[in-house]
Every structure is written in C-alpha cells, then in structure tokens.
Nanobody, 130 residues
Framework: QVQLVESGGGSVQTGGSLKLSCAAS????????MGWFRQAPGKEREWVAV????????YYAASVEGRSTISRDKVNNTLYLKMNSLKPDDTAVYYC???????????????????????WGQGTQVTVSS
C-alpha cells in the first residue's frame, strides 16, 4: 500500500531553518507530481511547493518563494523541503502528497491546496516562535 511519511518538523526560532523529509513507499510507478502543503490553526490548507516530475518543473507559493527549496531523491523516492528565514506565519502542520502516475490533477487546485492529489502523509508539526 502506498505510504508517505513526513519527518523533520519541530520548534525553531524566527529566522531559523529546517529541512522536512517525506519518504514514499509502495509506489509501482513514479507519481506525476509531489508536493508540500500546510495547514495552520484556524486556516484552510494551502500549498507550499510542488514538483511536476514529468517535466521536472517546480512551483513555489508566493509566501515561501525565495527562501524555500523543494527537491527529490529519485533513487530513494524521498521528497524534501528546505525552508530558510522561518517566520511565525510558517507555523503549521506540513503534509507531503503525491498524485497518480499518469496525471497530477487540476493545476489550479493543486497549486492552491492540493485538492485532487491521491496520497497524503500524516503531517509533521512546524512551530516558529518570535
């Protein structure tokens, strides 16, 4: 069965950095896209960064672009998110998600909140204090 397991979350101070990992297993094919999403208390889930694997293209939400890097280890099928210059607004539960092998999903929906992605991890908490 497909499984995504996030790790690397924790509590950091404003301006700090962290690197999240998402270990994927159970896939018979590579996902068409994989990404990171987050949900803060009292807020809707929002996208952070997404990789369209077929065209090797990455996208970043405006709130994190310039200070975040999404990457993928193709051999070990692990997705990473490196975030620098963390702010209290980055506090959220961070989820990784993946699509089917053939189709990522509606791009507008994916690059909003990940709606349509099939597989999701359990999330890892990131807390940024001022």
């Amino acid at each position: 069965q497909v499984q995504l397991v996030e790790s690397g979350g924790g509590s950091v101070q404003t301006g700090g950095s962290l690197k999240l990992s998402c270990a994927a297993s159970g896939f018979t094919y590579n996902a068409a896209c994989m990404g990171w999403f987050r949900q803060a208390p009292g807020k809707e889930r929002e996208w952070v960064a997404v990789i369209y694997t077929g065209v090797d293209t990455t996208y970043y939400a405006a709130s994190v672009e310039g200070r975040s890097t999404i990457s993928r280890d193709k051999v070990n099928n692990t997705l990473y998110l490196k975030m620098n210059s963390l702010k209290p607004d980055d506090t959220a539960v961070y989820y990784c998600a993946a699509s089917t092998s053939s189709y990522c999903g509606n791009k507008y929906q994916v690059l909003r909140n990940g709606e349509g992605l099939r597989y999701w991890g359990q999330g890892t908490q990131v807390t940024v204090s001022s």
